[in-house]
């Protein structure tokens, strides 16, 4: 059953001008043209008409795409439509005139039926008043299997690395030819497929309960167009191996990426995915990648570049790279929401933890087990394991009520605890000595509970 969506504007109408202002209020390096509502136009502050301009744009909703990537060696403008509506001629237009000077501009168009004939004809129009225009379209979509239909794949997040290249190749000073060729090129390199946990909600509208409870949907566009598939909640790691696996497939042969070729990746929040679970599912990603793809991967973005409103769910992007396209994405820009601190090489990701200078119990000494027990030590390690599974056994139920006093989390910790209790008790527990038992258990605790539990129980068991 549909139900109205909860959103924090004043009218549904005013959502993408009032948008822009928050925006170029937050980052002085921007500004906007006065044509409201008409006219929505992002641009540069320093605008620069000795190289060549890069223009991107489309439907509003996808933030930052495409306004947060307007910055010197990104994007010049960002014209932005309504809401999943492209933006007109006239605005595409306005953006053309305010930013293009005598070296030109480049156009990068998602592929999007109204997206391609607005930039078009914009593109005609600004060639007429002899503006120097070259389109590049983008269409990384990797969800839908060949035929591709009269429209083709679709414009995804692998746009931002479209964007980032082509601004770097303009900032260098390259004429617009050569500035289109290398933005063309990038686009042929990648491939995107996106999965969705939640359809989103437009401003004003109702929320769709079209995905279901305990579904998702692989290859949901970013308007929540219908993708290839709807599918039971799967865990994140065999949907990241699906996902992979379609980019990368030998029989669509979407992008030209062999074993052994270098990438970068882009996984993208769809809007209401929280860093957390982006994070996790770019830890999954890159380890695939290498092992069972046999690629290098060079760089990693994780984040929120285009969006779908409020939709949960993820992107991922993988492009595949060369010198030349990491000098790209490495050179400097000021574009606000472009990744900081992501290039250059990738050294090891694992470091060792410090050891004390007198080594730990369990490193230098071995089991502290007895090797066989007293009646005392039998009946101390049948107490301790009823505790700790009857513990372990409840933990849903200790997370539920939790839950309704504090944040549900307290099940889940002395789950953690009761779990190290009963498998450290197998090597290093002195059974038959009770008070030196108590302490172990302490140190069990302290090792894997953590929050104010954690630290309680173990001063409980030093006293």
Same mark, same amino acid.
Do not use: W
């Given at each position: 059953m549909a139900f109205q969506g909860k959103k924090l504007m004043d009218d549904p109408d005013d959502a993408v001008t009032d948008f822009i202002e928050g925006l170029v209020e937050t980052y002085p390096a921007l500004h906007y043209l006065d044509g409201f509502p008409q006219i929505k136009v992002v641009l540069c502050s320093d605008i620069s008409t000795d190289k060549v301009a890069v223009i991107s744009g489309g439907g509003s909703g996808h933030e930052p795409a495409h306004a947060g990537f307007v910055g010197e060696g990104m994007l010049s403008a960002a014209i932005c439509g309504d809401v999943f509506t492209s933006p007109p001629?006239?605005?595409?237009?306005?953006?053309?005139?305010?930013?293009?000077?005598?070296?030109?501009?480049?156009?990068?168009?998602?592929?999007?039926?109204?997206?391609?004939?607005?930039?078009?004809?914009?593109?005609?129009?600004?060639?007429?008043?002899?503006?120097? &225009?070259?389109?590049?379209?983008?269409?990384?979509?990797?969800?839908?299997?060949?035929?591709?239909?009269?429209?083709?794949?679709?414009?995804?997040?692998?746009?931002?690395?479209?964007?980032? &290249?082509?601004?770097?190749a303009a900032e260098a000073g390259l004429p617009l030819a050569d500035v289109a060729a290398e933005a063309k090129y990038a686009s042929e390199m990648v491939g995107t497929m996106g999965v969705a946990l939640s359809v989103c909600t437009l401003p004003g509208q109702l929320t769709s309960d079209r995905l279901g409870p305990g579904k998702m949907e692989l290859g949901l566009g970013i308007h929540g167009e219908p993708g290839a598939a709807v599918v039971d909640l799967l865990p994140v790691d065999p949907v990241v191996s699906h996902v992979l696996q379609q980019i990368l497939s030998k029989d669509t042969q979407y992008v030209p990426i062999t074993r052994g070729s270098r990438v970068v990746v882009m996984i993208n929040g769809l809007g209401a995915t929280?860093?957390?679970?982006?994070?996790?599912?770019?830890?999954?990603? /890159?380890?695939?990648?290498?092992?069972?793809?046999?690629?290098?991967?060079?760089? &990693?973005?994780?984040?929120?570049?285009?969006?779908?409103?409020?939709?949960?769910?993820?992107?991922?992007?993988?492009?595949?790279?060369?010198?030349?396209?990491?000098?790209?994405?490495?050179? $400097?820009?000021?574009?606000p929401y472009w990744p900081v601190s992501v290039e250059g090489d990738r050294p090891p990701t694992k470091l060792p933890v410090p050891i004390p200078t007198s080594c730990s119990r369990k490193n230098d000494e071995g089991s502290n087990r007895p090797q066989e027990l007293s009646v005392q030590g039998r009946i101390l390690e049948a107490a301790i394991e009823a505790a700790a599974n009857a513990i372990i056994n409840i933990k849903d139920c200790l997370n539920e009520w939790d839950g309704k006093v504090g944040d549900g989390d307290c099940?889940?910790?002395?789950?953690?605890?009761?779990?190290?209790?009963?498998?450290?008790?197998?090597?290093?527990? $002195?059974?038959?000595?009770?008070?030196?038992?108590?302490?172990?258990?302490?140190?069990? /605790?302290?090792?894997?509970?953590?929050?104010t539990s954690g630290i309680m129980y173990r001063t409980y068991s030093t006293h």
């Open positions: 001629v006239d605005s595409i237009l306005a953006g053309i005139r305010a930013v293009t000077g005598p070296k030109g501009c480049l156009l990068i168009v998602k592929n999007y039926t109204g997206d391609r004939l607005n930039f078009g004809l914009a593109a005609e129009q600004a060639k007429s008043e002899g503006y120097k &225009v070259e389109i590049v379209i983008v269409g990384d979509d990797c969800a839908l299997p060949p035929p591709r239909g009269i429209a083709g794949r679709r414009g995804l997040a692998g746009t931002i690395l479209v964007h980032k &290249v082509a601004g770097a929280p860093i957390m679970e982006l994070m996790i599912a770019s830890g999954k990603t /890159v380890p695939k990648l290498q092992v069972e793809h046999g690629l290098a991967v060079d760089r &990693v973005y994780t984040g929120s570049f285009m969006t779908s409103l409020d939709m949960a769910g993820f992107s991922i992007s993988i492009m595949k790279a060369d010198e030349v396209i990491l000098r790209r994405l490495d050179a $400097p820009t000021k574009a099940g889940s910790t002395l789950f953690r605890g009761a779990a190290a209790i009963v498998e450290d008790m197998r090597n290093y527990y $002195p059974l038959n000595d009770a008070a030196e038992t108590i302490n172990e258990i302490g140190s069990s /605790v302290e090792r894997v509970m953590g929050g």
